[in-house]
C-alpha cells in the first residue's frame, strides 16, 4: 500500500474526479460486475479525456504503483482494479460519433453496448458486440468480442477499422492496418496488454428489427435437443445465430409461474430478418425436436434484444466463469454436460455455448491475435447468485463441471471468460501459434510489464525466442 500518495501534483493536470479510501463515494465507484471479486485501488483517477488517461499513467509509473485499466467493470476476474495500485477508470470516456452514410462508428473507451446500440439503432445500423447491454466495448474488443450477430458479421474485433492508444511510454498513437499495424494485430484479442485503448472505431451493419428470444425444452430432452443443434448450426443461414443454454427457468417474470426452476436446455435465438425468413431457417431444427415448453421468439428493436437477459444479471451478483473453445460435440461431450449442469448449486447457474463459426471462420488463424478461428462454440460455465455465501459451492460447481467436461475441448478459451486463477500456460494454449508474436510485440511496446493486471503475456516469457 502506498500511503504517501501526494495528490496536489496530479491534481494539477488531471482534470476528472480523483477518489481515494474514505472519501463518500470510494466504495460505490470501486464496485465491480462481480461482487466475488473485492479490492481496494489506493487511488481511483476517474478520467475524463484521453489527456486524464496519459497523466494518470505517468503519475502510477513515477510512484511504481501497480496500474488496472477500467472500462466498462464487467470483467469476471475482476481484472478492471487491484489492492494498493491506481485504477485508471474510463467508464466517463463514453461519448458515441455514427457517421451513417459511411456506416463507421466511434466509441470512447468507456462506452457500454446499450449506449453504443442506443446511438446506433435509430440509423438502422449495429456494430456486432456481446449479448449484455451493461457489457463495456473496451474489454469485449480487446478479448474479441462475441454475440448475436458473430455469425453474420463476424466478432467485434472482425469490425474494428482503428484504435486511438496511449502506450506505456505516454506516448499516443493511432493503430490500424495502416498505421502501426502490428499493434493493430495485438489489439485485437491480446487484451489489455499493450496500451491504454481510449477510442475504438468500427464498421457498423444494417440491423434494426431482429427475430429472437428464447426455446425452453424440459431438460429430458436436452440430449436430443444438443445434438440436433449441433447438427444443424453448420447450414443454418449465417443471419442465424442460436446459442445453447443448459439451466433453469428463472422464479421471476416474464417466465410463466408453472415453469420457474425447471431444469431445461434453451436455445436463444437472434435472427437479423423478418419472422417467416427466421421461422423458415428454424423449419429443420424444429422438426427434429418435441414441442418445447416454452417458446419466446418474437420480433423486436435489436436494443431490446441485446439487453433481455439485464434484468436476471445486474450489477453486484456473486460470479463465477470457466471457459473452453469447443471444436466439436461428441455424443459422450453431450451427455457430460447434462450430467454436470443437472448439479448446479443456484438457480441462476448456467452453461453456454456461443456459436464463433460463420463469418467468424472466414478470417485466417493468424490474421489477429484471436487465434482460435476452428472453435465452432466459446463455452463458458457461469456459477452465479447475489448471496456471498454461495461463492464456496458456485467455484467448486464450475470446476468440477470444467474438469469433466475439458478433456472434449480445446486447450484455450476466451480470455474474457477467464478467471484469475487459471492454471499456468493457459494464456499461451489460448493463444497457440501467435503466442510468439505476441511477447515480441509486449517486449517492445511494454517491456516492464506496466500493463500486467490482465491475462497476461509476459516480456519475459520464453516463447518470444521463438519468434
Not at 174 to 184: I, M, P, Q, W, Y
Not at 324 to 332: G, M, N, Q, R, W
Request: aromatic share 8%; with cysteine.
Amino acid at each position: 500500500m502506498h500511503d504517501d500518495i501526494d495528490l496536489p501534483e496530479l491534481e494539477l493536470e488531471f482534470r476528472g474526479e480523483l477518489i481515494q479510501p474514505g472519501d463518500p463515494n470510494y466504495d460505490g465507484v470501486r464496485a465491480l460486475y462481480n461482487a466475488m471479486i473485492d479490492k481496494r485501488p489506493r487511488l481511483i483517477a476517474r478520467c475524463r479525456h484521453a489527456a486524464d488517461v496519459a497523466v494518470a499513467l505517468k503519475f502510477a509509473r513515477s510512484r511504481d504503483l501497480r496500474i488496472a485499466v477500467r472500462g466498462g467493470g464487467h470483467n469476471g476476474a475482476g481484472l478492471g482494479s487491484c489492492d494498493g495500485g491506481i485504477m485508471i477508470d474510463l467508464a466517463l470516456l463514453d461519448d458515441v460519433r455514427v457517421d451513417a452514410a459511411r456506416r463507421v462508428v466511434k466509441v470512447g473507451a468507456g462506452c457500454t453496448q446499450r449506449v453504443m446500440d442506443l446511438a446506433t439503432y435509430p440509423l438502422g445500423l449495429a456494430v456486432p458486440s456481446g449479448i449484455v447491454s451493461s457489457t463495456g466495448m473496451s474489454g469485449l474488443t480487446l478479448g474479441g468480442g462475441h454475440g448475436h450477430l458473430s455469425r453474420r458479421y463476424g466478432l467485434t474485433i472482425d469490425n474494428l477499422i482503428e484504435a486511438e492508444v496511449i502506450l506505456a511510454d505516454g506516448s499516443f498513437v493511432t493503430a490500424s492496418e495502416r498505421e502501426n499495424a502490428d499493434l493493430f494485430w495485438g489489439l485485437r484479442g491480446g487484451g489489455g496488454n499493450f496500451g491504454i485503448v481510449t477510442s475504438f472505431t468500427y464498421r457498423a451493419h444494417p440491423v434494426s428489427t431482429v427475430y429472437g428470444g428464447p426455446i425452453f425444452w424440459d431438460i429430458r430432452h436436452a440430449s436430443q435437443v444438443m445434438r440436433a443443434y449441433r447438427d444443424f448450426l453448420p447450414g443454418a443461414p449465417h443471419a442465424l445465430s442460436p446459442f445453447l443454454g443448459l439451466k433453469q427457468v428463472p422464479s421471476s417474470a416474464p417466465f410463466p409461474v408453472e415453469l420457474w426452476g425447471r431444469r431445461v436446455c434453451a436455445l436463444i435465438c437472434c435472427h437479423d430478418g423478418p419472422p417467416d425468413e427466421a421461422e423458415r431457417a428454424l423449419r429443420p431444427l424444429r422438426a427434429a425436436l418435441p414441442a418445447p415448453i416454452l417458446d419466446g421468439l418474437a420480433a423486436m428493436p435489436f436494443p431490446a434484444m441485446q439487453s433481455l437477459f439485464d434484468p436476471l444479471l445486474p450489477k453486484g451478483m456473486q460470479w463465477y466463469w470457466k471457459a473452453d473453445f469447443v471444436k466439436e460435440l461428441p455424443d459422450a461431450a453431450i451427455e457430460t454436460h447434462i450430467e454436470q449442469a443437472s448439479r448446479s448449486p443456484t438457480e441462476l447457474s448456467l452453461m453456454h455455448l456461443y456459436p464463433i463459426d460463420a463469418a467468424v471462420h472466414r478470417v485466417g488463424a493468424t490474421d489477429t491475435a484471436f487465434s482460435n478461428r476452428d472453435a465452432r462454440w466459446s463455452m463458458v460455465i457461469c456459477g452465479i447468485d447475489p448471496r456471498p455465501e454461495k461463492a464456496p459451492s458456485l467455484r467448486k460447481w464450475g470446476r468440477e463441471y470444467w474438469h469433466a467436461v475439458h478433456p472434449y475441448n480445446a486447450a484455450g478459451a476466451y480470455v474474457n471468460f477467464m478467471m484469475d486463477d487459471e492454471a499456468d500456460g493457459r494464456v499461451r494454449a489460448t493463444y497457440g501459434a501467435n503466442f510468439p508474436a505476441l511477447v515480441e510485440l509486449k517486449r517492445r511496446l511494454d517491456p516492464t510489464n506496466c500493463f500486467r493486471n490482465n491475462q497476461n503475456i509476459s516480456p519475459d516469457d520464453c516463447a518470444g525466442e521463438a519468434a
